[in-house]
């Protein structure tokens, strides 16, 4: 089982997430975590990308951290004061901090080493799946190639620095709902390979706090999920933090079960 615990207004809440359907009710392995996570990362993808090893050095401007740390798939080739001394250059260059995203069953070692040498760890973040078998659309959400701008203002409060981010995809969807000629919620979808098929990866679901306890968000999620299908993929990812009570409460409503997680360890200011 996974749990997210968070001190909420009304007192302590959690939830529980099963873990992925398998034979036995077996956790997912070591690969299949490493795996799913580099296929999300084909899902975001940063202007910058430069392999150290089974490292990923991503760097885009400083939006997001997933697109501006390294991503630990496996060991870099190198002992790890090199590595970390190696990917600190290559950060320092483009003016950003060295962050590592951590995998933290498939990478473990590294995840308890970052901690043992004083590096600041993020919240956890969850990464949760679903089978889109059987997935229906009331059709009532527009569905895009591109951002438009109303998209791009409910996103991360119109941040310029987005657009490349978002857009630099093959296959890629920009779902929008719209009230009164205002967008009030979206969402992006990819769709990419993996050794297993086709994952529709589920991004930047968004609602207008205005517009919120109105479903929203699930007609988003509907829309998403049968374009994924449609494109055939068979299964569905997201990430959302361990401490966002409401996406999680919707995720598992919609069916999505707990995977595996990780963190963001960023190295002590000097």
């Not at 084909?42 to 997933?66: I, M, S, Y």
């Not at 799946?129 to 009331?138: I, M, N, P, Q, Y």
Request: aromatic share 8%; net charge neutral.
């Amino acid at each position: 089982m996974g749990m997210a615990r968070q001190d909420g207004r009304t007192g302590p809440w959690r939830i529980v997430w099963p873990t992925v359907p398998q034979p036995g009710n077996v956790p997912p392995s070591t690969v299949e975590e490493l795996s799913l996570e580099s296929i999300a990362a084909k899902g975001w993808r940063p202007a910058e990308v430069e392999r150290l090893g089974l490292w990923l050095l991503r760097a885009d401007g400083g939006f997001t951290q997933r697109a501006n740390s390294v991503l630990a798939l496996g060991q870099p080739g190198l002992p790890l004061d090199e590595a970390l001394a190696t990917a600190r250059a290559w950060y320092c260059a483009r003016g950003l901090p060295l962050r590592v995203q951590v995998p933290t069953e498939g990478r473990r070692l590294l995840d308890a080493e970052l901690g043992e040498r004083g590096w600041e760890p993020s919240v956890l973040t969850h990464v949760l799946v679903r089978s889109l078998e059987g997935t229906a659309d009331d059709g009532d959400v527009t569905l895009a190639k591109e951002p438009d701008p109303g998209w791009l203002a409910l996103y991360r409060d119109g941040d310029e620095r987005a657009r490349g981010l978002l857009t630099r995809h093959d296959t890629v969807v920009f779902a929008s709902v719209t009230q009164g000629g205002r967008t009030v919620a979206i969402g992006r979808g990819v769709v990419d390979s993996g050794s297993e098929g086709l994952w529709l990866g589920v991004f930047a679901v968004e609602v207008d706090p205005a517009a919120r306890r109105q479903g929203l968000a699930a007609r988003v999620m509907a829309a998403l999920h049968a374009w994924g299908a449609a494109r055939g993929a068979s299964r569905a990812y997201l990430q959302v933090e361990s401490t966002n009570e409401p996406a999680l409460a919707l995720y598992q409503r919609l069916g999505y079960t707990h995977h595996h997680d990780y963190r963001f360890w960023r190295e002590p200011q000097r």
